[in-house]
Protein backbone atom coordinates (compact mmCIF):
# COMPACT_ATOMS: atom_id res chain seq x y z
CA UNK A 1 0.00 0.00 0.00
CA UNK A 2 0.99 3.68 -0.52
CA UNK A 3 2.99 4.70 2.35
CA UNK A 4 2.99 7.79 3.89
CA UNK A 5 -0.96 8.96 3.36
CA UNK A 6 -1.03 11.70 1.10
CA UNK A 7 -1.06 15.11 3.25
CA UNK A 8 -4.68 16.41 1.46
CA UNK A 9 -6.58 12.79 2.59
CA UNK A 10 -9.71 14.37 1.54
CA UNK A 11 -8.10 15.55 -2.35
CA UNK A 12 -6.39 11.86 -2.43
CA UNK A 13 -10.05 10.54 -1.57
CA UNK A 14 -11.59 12.55 -4.53
CA UNK A 15 -8.53 11.60 -7.16
CA UNK A 16 -9.52 7.52 -6.04
CA UNK A 17 -13.01 8.38 -6.87
CA UNK A 18 -12.51 9.26 -10.21
CA UNK A 19 -10.20 6.79 -10.87
CA UNK A 20 -12.70 4.00 -9.59
CA UNK A 21 -15.60 5.51 -11.41
CA UNK A 22 -13.28 5.09 -14.62
CA UNK A 23 -11.84 1.12 -13.60
CA UNK A 24 -15.46 0.16 -12.70
CA UNK A 25 -17.08 1.56 -16.05
CA UNK A 26 -14.49 -0.71 -18.43
CA UNK A 27 -15.62 -3.58 -16.14
CA UNK A 28 -19.42 -3.00 -16.59
CA UNK A 29 -18.38 -2.59 -20.23
CA UNK A 30 -16.60 -6.15 -20.08
CA UNK A 31 -19.26 -7.77 -18.10
CA UNK A 32 -22.35 -5.99 -17.81
CA UNK A 33 -22.57 -6.25 -14.11
CA UNK A 34 -24.06 -3.21 -12.71
CA UNK A 35 -27.89 -3.77 -13.69
CA UNK A 36 -27.61 -7.43 -13.43
CA UNK A 37 -30.98 -9.17 -12.78
CA UNK A 38 -29.50 -10.52 -9.64
CA UNK A 39 -26.60 -10.24 -6.73
CA UNK A 40 -25.52 -12.36 -4.17
CA UNK A 41 -22.86 -13.11 -2.07
CA UNK A 42 -21.72 -16.65 -0.79
CA UNK A 43 -19.75 -15.74 2.20
CA UNK A 44 -18.61 -19.08 3.04
CA UNK A 45 -17.25 -19.38 -0.81
CA UNK A 46 -16.03 -16.08 -0.55
CA UNK A 47 -17.75 -15.34 -3.84
CA UNK A 48 -20.36 -12.56 -5.63
CA UNK A 49 -22.72 -14.29 -8.26
CA UNK A 50 -24.22 -11.80 -10.27
CA UNK A 51 -27.14 -13.50 -12.40
CA UNK A 52 -28.36 -12.65 -16.19
CA UNK A 53 -25.57 -9.72 -16.55
CA UNK A 54 -26.47 -7.00 -19.64
CA UNK A 55 -23.91 -8.53 -21.60
CA UNK A 56 -26.25 -11.81 -22.05
CA UNK A 57 -23.93 -14.00 -19.32
CA UNK A 58 -26.66 -16.21 -17.08
CA UNK A 59 -23.86 -16.03 -14.07
CA UNK A 60 -20.89 -14.15 -13.66
CA UNK A 61 -18.62 -15.37 -10.25
CA UNK A 62 -15.67 -13.31 -8.48
CA UNK A 63 -14.09 -13.31 -4.96
CA UNK A 64 -15.34 -11.11 -3.00
CA UNK A 65 -13.99 -8.93 0.35
CA UNK A 66 -16.60 -6.57 2.30
CA UNK A 67 -15.51 -2.41 2.51
CA UNK A 68 -18.08 -1.67 4.70
CA UNK A 69 -21.85 -1.04 4.91
CA UNK A 70 -23.67 2.62 5.26
CA UNK A 71 -27.57 2.85 6.63
CA UNK A 72 -29.85 5.54 6.25
CA UNK A 73 -31.60 5.20 9.21
CA UNK A 74 -28.12 5.78 11.31
CA UNK A 75 -26.81 7.93 8.73
CA UNK A 76 -23.01 6.39 9.87
CA UNK A 77 -20.50 4.35 7.57
CA UNK A 78 -19.71 0.84 9.25
CA UNK A 79 -16.50 -0.69 8.83
CA UNK A 80 -16.33 -4.39 6.97
CA UNK A 81 -13.69 -5.61 9.79
CA UNK A 82 -15.77 -4.39 12.52
CA UNK A 83 -19.37 -5.77 11.43
CA UNK A 84 -20.06 -8.80 13.26
CA UNK A 85 -22.14 -10.55 9.95
CA UNK A 86 -19.27 -10.80 8.10
CA UNK A 87 -17.42 -13.64 8.13
CA UNK A 88 -13.52 -13.36 9.18
CA UNK A 89 -12.41 -14.42 5.99
CA UNK A 90 -13.96 -11.53 4.39
CA UNK A 91 -12.88 -8.86 6.39
CA UNK A 92 -9.33 -9.11 5.61
CA UNK A 93 -9.08 -6.19 2.81
CA UNK A 94 -11.07 -3.81 5.24
CA UNK A 95 -8.50 -4.47 8.28
CA UNK A 96 -5.72 -4.19 5.79
CA UNK A 97 -7.46 -0.47 5.28
CA UNK A 98 -7.60 -0.43 9.06
CA UNK A 99 -3.52 -0.94 9.39
CA UNK A 100 -2.52 1.78 6.71
CA UNK A 101 -5.19 4.02 8.34
CA UNK A 102 -3.28 3.30 12.17
CA UNK A 103 0.41 3.97 10.67
CA UNK A 104 -1.27 7.11 8.98
CA UNK A 105 -3.35 8.21 11.85
CA UNK A 106 -6.56 8.10 9.92
CA UNK A 107 -9.28 8.38 12.11
CA UNK A 108 -11.74 7.35 9.10
CA UNK A 109 -9.80 4.51 8.59
CA UNK A 110 -10.16 3.14 12.30
CA UNK A 111 -12.65 4.49 13.92
CA UNK A 112 -15.11 0.65 13.20
CA UNK A 113 -18.53 3.53 12.53
CA UNK A 114 -18.83 7.47 12.26
CA UNK A 115 -21.55 9.84 10.54
CA UNK A 116 -21.27 9.43 6.94
CA UNK A 117 -23.27 9.74 3.94
CA UNK A 118 -23.90 7.09 1.05
CA UNK A 119 -20.90 9.38 -0.98
CA UNK A 120 -18.69 8.46 1.72
CA UNK A 121 -18.95 4.56 1.40
CA UNK A 122 -18.22 4.95 -2.28
CA UNK A 123 -15.03 7.18 -1.45
CA UNK A 124 -13.84 4.45 0.70
CA UNK A 125 -14.44 1.55 -1.36
CA UNK A 126 -12.89 3.02 -3.80
CA UNK A 127 -9.94 3.93 -1.53
CA UNK A 128 -9.97 0.19 -1.24
CA UNK A 129 -10.16 -0.35 -4.80
CA UNK A 130 -6.53 1.81 -4.92
CA UNK A 131 -5.17 0.68 -2.11
CA UNK A 132 -5.76 -3.22 -2.47
CA UNK A 133 -5.39 -3.85 -5.82
CA UNK A 134 -9.00 -5.06 -6.50
CA UNK A 135 -10.63 -5.28 -10.25
CA UNK A 136 -13.38 -3.04 -9.23
CA UNK A 137 -16.34 -3.15 -6.24
CA UNK A 138 -19.92 -3.43 -6.19
CA UNK A 139 -22.70 -1.73 -4.36
CA UNK A 140 -26.28 -1.75 -3.46
CA UNK A 141 -28.94 -1.40 -1.11
CA UNK A 142 -29.82 -4.33 0.66
CA UNK A 143 -33.02 -4.80 3.16
CA UNK A 144 -33.85 -2.05 5.94
CA UNK A 145 -31.92 0.78 3.37
CA UNK A 146 -28.76 -0.42 4.21
CA UNK A 147 -25.89 -0.22 1.99
CA UNK A 148 -23.42 -2.94 1.56
CA UNK A 149 -20.28 -2.13 -0.70
CA UNK A 150 -17.84 -4.98 -1.24
CA UNK A 151 -14.68 -5.44 -3.20
CA UNK A 152 -14.36 -7.63 -6.33
CA UNK A 153 -11.91 -9.63 -7.78
CA UNK A 154 -11.29 -12.47 -10.46
CA UNK A 155 -14.62 -12.70 -12.58
CA UNK A 156 -15.38 -15.16 -14.77
CA UNK A 157 -18.22 -16.51 -16.75
CA UNK A 158 -19.86 -19.70 -15.63
CA UNK A 159 -22.30 -21.84 -17.69
Not at 48 to 75: C, L, M, P, S
Request: hydrophobic residues 35%.
Amino acid sequence: MKEPAPKDFAKFLDECFEEYTKQQKALDDKWGIENAKRWDIDQMKGTIIFTETEKGAKKVVGKVQFVGTWTERDKAWLWGWADKTVAPALQKDALKLREYGQKNKLKQLTDKSWPATVDDGWKMTALAVKLLGADGAYGRQTTGKQHVFVLIRDLKEEK
